[in-house]
């Protein structure tokens, strides 16, 4: 949800009228897909980068704001925590040098970004959870002066009407109480979007959704929670608790979560965007002065901005996106899978391997979501959270298979083979999916490197937990600096 919002309270009137608003942009929105107005010729790529902010002694910078002001960059925008940052990465076509393009910009950014906040006495880390975060780190006080995520705030416990509670169960256990959204802003993500045609939407959402747990488990990098050692992506257990409106009566109701990969493949890109008004309560009814039809009788373009919004606030891990540009709509997958980091060619190899493993399964003659169950898909998204490289992933023609060698035997052919159909040049396929390969075969990311470290603070230098965990992010920011792949970093 990224637009800024000016409302603080609403009424039974607003919701009832936004309930209709949002139902008439979807019959909008239906009637332009059944008119093929979409662009999709040249289909473009995009990256959004979300950081920590850390001050000397590694721990969190509350100061996002001063901190963008003196980068000024309209590029980098604040995110819900008053440690978080993000970068918004031009759009491009993967063709042509397009991924070297992205790498070149977010090197280029960041380094410009990170001279001018060593000035302050701050550090910006890509990192899927800033591991020496304490639980008094995240609270009300600490969400980001921009209204909207106040209100934000005030609709999510609003609707829950109870605190909430945080159950991790991992190599060790958290449980814990929050009054506040403040724990989702430890949960820092690179997303990847991905343009397509509307017929093609759903064969590309099917295909996202199934090889959602093979990212996760090669691109684990958050271990650690509150001095715990839980989950290897333990962003996603998090995530998924920390914006959550629902009562205990009600999940046990059967209520979907805001937060959930879903519950079935779909055959139109209409399907997700009905479901999300037709199982979801606004939590933001703010309505816009725009008539959709009658924008579409004038021959032009509507934002349809309500079904925009509340399609923002539903946290899909594919997520469906509709967008104009320069008066021309699009679609896009939004992939919200991966964790930020460790360093840009990791974030860039695993974008590769995303772009080039989607484009052959959902081009495939016969589709895989044709040859396992949904159910398979989100237990392997799970898995691959839970225990990173060493998850077992259910694939079809292979059954349960360790996570790395279905990479190495299968997906990684097909990410070469994708990348040559997008126009990547061998040379960017063959460095890119390099990384991904030697991941594989020295099982080690983020995650596995991360609690190495920790636990050879603690044993040889006889490091308490906090202290092991400052002392680890320190090196892991020289490391990321260096922008050596995590692979290849030293025990």
Known sequence: MGQDVDRRTFSREDRTRYRHKVRRCLDAFARMLQESRFDFERPMTGLEIELNLVNNRSEPAFRNVEILNA??????VTELGQFNIEINVAPRRLADGGITQFEEQVRASLNAA?????????????IGILPTLRASDLTHDTLSANPRYALLNDQIFA????????AIDGVERLHTTCDSIAPESACT??????????????????????????QLALAANSPFLFGKHLWQETRVPLFEQATDTRSEELKAQGVRPR??????????????????????????????????????????????GELRLHNGTIYRWNRPVYDVVGGRPHLRVENRVLPAGPTVIDTLANAAFYF?????????????????????????FHTGAKNGLEAQIYWPGLGFVPAAELVLRRLLPMAHEGLDKWGVTAEERDRLLGVIEQRCLTGRNGATWQVGQVARLEADEGLDRHDALRAMLKRYVD?????EPVHAWAD
């Open 71 to 76: 980068i000024a960059d309209p590029d980098f």
């Open 114 to 126: 990170e001279t001018k906040v060593r000035e302050r006495d701050t550090h910006m880390v890509m």
């Open 159 to 166: 609707a829950r009407g109870e605190d909430l509670h945080i």
């Open 189 to 214: 993500s690179a997303q990847l979007h991905l343009q397509v045609s509307p017929t093609q939407f759903a064969a590309y959402w099917n295909a996202a959704q199934a090889i959602a747990g093979v």
């Open 259 to 304: 937060v959930w990969f879903g519950e079935q493949w779909i055959t139109t890109v209409f399907d997700l965007f009905e479901e999300n008004v037709r199982l979801y309560p606004a939590l933001l009814p703010i309505m816009e002065d725009e008539d959709p039809f009658e924008v579409l009788d004038r021959g032009e373009t509507p934002a349809l």
């Open 356 to 380: 080039g493993v989607v484009r052959m399964l959902a081009e495939a003659d016969r589709p895989i979501w044709s040859q396992m169950s949904f159910s398979a898909a989100e237990e392997n």
């Open 479 to 483: 490391y990321m600096h260096s922008n």
